[in-house]
């Protein structure tokens, strides 16, 4: 399943709020479709949204008419800022658009219509990155699953939350293509249900065995002894190791170390933000209050109640046996193995 496709100048997204009862496309040919694809998940994680911002600039940039070079990078850089307002945490959406810019900026063209191509161009190269990049990840993560794994994931960090394969689900793919014997347990994680959603889809259709628990059993299938390790994705990763991903991903990495499992991350070196040097920096989003006070519609709360609802946490360093990234594998002192990776 595609989570997203170019199609004739147009950007179909796969509505992933809409999985697992219906399978739809929204076709995008407009910045503020993206925009709000972007901001309601309906495309989500953090490969994907930078490679649908990519494009999303790509069809914002057809649409301006502009008399030469300078006035045509303004118009793109403010389509650029209404796309990186969407989601803050989420490195890769920052870092595609300032590729994009970045590229268009040190062009020597001058023609407008050369300059529209070679931004869509990019933004193809960005979506086929991302796929080699995911493939490069899990023949790397998969050396480090032992023949015969339980593995516990938080989220989705798959597929759909990148251009194809998937990050931490990509390493368990790879793992069973090279033979090994691969079960995952899934997380629900509340309060979108990401993992319930979308994690066991994909690993259903994979013919993967899939088992899903609550949030709040992930302590008690370690103590059982029930999984030999966590692979968990992330949407930023601070130049010490510090990983912001899926909220509830610090609660998950605390009990894998109390419990003596290893606790993996998997994310492209383009999730890496070497301009911080710790989580504190990470700004964290704030979702609407209905997302936790409600579910399938439905109040589950009292009128009234405050709520709290960070839709990500940071998992300290310290608590992360490795990263693996699309050059290879990192182990701490992350400041320095990750700085050496990205040389």
């Known amino acids: 399943m595609d989570t997203m496709r170019w199609n004739n100048g147009c950007l179909e997204i796969l509505d992933q709020t809409l999985l697992p009862e219906k399978i739809e496309y929204i076709n995008c040919r407009e910045v503020p479709t993206v925009c709000d694809a972007i901001y309601r998940l309906s495309v989500r994680g953090a490969p994907a949204i930078g490679a649908a911002a990519a494009y999303g600039l790509a069809l914002g940039a057809r649409e301006i008419e502009a008399a030469n070079k300078g006035q045509f990078i303004a118009a793109v850089e403010k389509i650029a800022t209404q796309l990186n307002a969407t989601r803050p945490t989420a490195v890769n959406l920052k870092w595609a658009l300032e590729r994009m810019l970045g590229l268009l900026r040190q062009n020597n063209s001058g023609d407008v219509a050369t300059l529209k191509e070679l931004l869509l161009d990019e933004a193809h190269t960005i979506y086929r990155e991302d796929l080699a990049s995911n493939r490069r990840m899990g023949a790397y993560g998969q050396s480090l699953l032992p023949q015969k794994a339980a593995v516990l994931t938080h989220c989705n960090a798959g597929a759909l939350a990148t251009a194809g394969v998937g990050t931490a689900l990509g390493v368990i793919r790879a793992a069973r293509d090279a033979g090994k014997d691969v079960s995952v347990f899934a997380d629900e994680t509340r309060p979108l249900l990401q993992g319930a959603r979308l994690t066991t889809w994909e690993m259903l259709q994979e013919k993967i065995p899939v088992t899903l628990l609550t949030d709040n059993m992930a302590g008690y299938l370690m103590a059982r002894g029930m999984v030999d390790l966590v692979i968990v994705g992330a949407d930023r990763i601070a130049g010490n190791g510090d990983v912001a991903n899926k909220i509830g991903t610090y609660g998950v990495a605390v009990l894998a170390k109390e419990h003596g499992i290893p606790f993996y991350v998997a994310a492209p070196m383009s999730t890496i933000d070497f301009n911080i040097s710790s989580g504190l920096d990470i700004p964290i989003e ?34 992360v ?16 193995t990750l700085a050496a990776l990205n040389k």
């Open 286 to 319: 704030e979702r609407d209050e209905r997302e936790v006070t409600h579910f399938a519609g439905c109040r589950v709360a009292p009128e009234g109640v405050k709520v709290w609802n960070p839709a990500f946490d940071v998992t300290p360093a310290r608590l």
């Open 321 to 336: 046996t490795a990263i693996i990234t699309d050059r290879g594998v990192a182990y701490p002192p992350y400041s320095e």
